[in-house]
Every structure is written in structure tokens, then in C-alpha cells.
């Protein structure tokens, strides 16, 4: 069992940045890969970032690559999206999930534990 918390959402002004990070209870959480995923209203969840146990290797949807930065710290049990360049169609509810997919997964259905999501909106 995994309990994932989200922090670090917020208000921010186009062009700006915020820093996500997702804590995880239990002590398996460098067994898990990590996602970070998103859902906008009346839009369907996104894949948005993830990163496989060892933290080497990442993945990320087009339209962040280049602005967000997925990465982990085992020891401290906490995946952190750091996210640059906002733009207002970044605003969402973001959320961590966790999966045993190796090495990570942009479907949601292969992700076992979620947090309960944190809110980013970005004003133009």
C-alpha cells in the first residue's frame, strides 16, 4: 500500500513556474515507477511526466517537454515536477500516481496508488 500527498500547486501569471512535489508513505516507493498526470475541466485525465524506479530515465508528453522536469529522491520518497514556461493551458488539477510498470506507463489504468491532486492555474 502506497499513500501518495501532493503539494506545491497554485496561482501563477503566464510565463511563470511552480515547483510540484509528491510524497509517498511506505517503504517501497523506489520499487514504483512515478507519474504525474492532469485533468483539466471537462477534459479527460493526461499523461504528463514520468519517471521509472531508478530515476534514470523519463518520459514526458510533447507539449511540456522542455518547460517540466520530472525527478525523484528515494531516499526522501518523493517524486518533484518542477515546471517552467507556464501557459494557461496548463491549468489543471495535477496529480502522482504510482505504478509497478517497468519503466513507466503514459496509461492511467497501469497506475495502482494516486494522490488526491493539487491545483495549478496559470492566469493569461
Known amino acids: 500500500q502506497v499513500q501518495l500527498v501532493e503539494s506545491g500547486g497554485g496561482l501563477v501569471q503566464d510565463g511563470g513556474s511552480l515547483r510540484l512535489s509528491c510524497v509517498a508513505s511506505?517503504?517501497?516507493?523506489?520499487?514504483?515507477?512515478m507519474g504525474w498526470f492532469r485533468q483539466a475541466p471537462g477534459k479527460e485525465r493526461e499523461f504528463v511526466a514520468a519517471?521509472?524506479?531508478?530515476?534514470?530515465?523519463?518520459d514526458y508528453v510533447a507539449s511540456v517537454k522542455g518547460r517540466f522536469t520530472i525527478s525523484r529522491d528515494n531516499a526522501k520518497n518523493t517524486v518533484v515536477l518542477q515546471m517552467n514556461s507556464l501557459k494557461p493551458e496548463d491549468t489543471a488539477v495535477y496529480y502522482c500516481?504510482?505504478?509497478?510498470?517497468?519503466?513507466?506507463?503514459?496509461?492511467?489504468?497501469?497506475?495502482?496508488?494516486w494522490g488526491q491532486g493539487t491545483q495549478v492555474t496559470v492566469s493569461s
Open positions: 500516481a504510482a505504478s509497478r510498470v517497468y519503466p513507466s506507463s503514459r496509461y492511467y489504468g497501469n497506475y495502482n496508488y
Open positions: 519517471i521509472n524506479w531508478r530515476g534514470d530515465t523519463t
Open positions: 511506505g517503504r517501497t516507493f523506489s520499487t514504483y515507477s
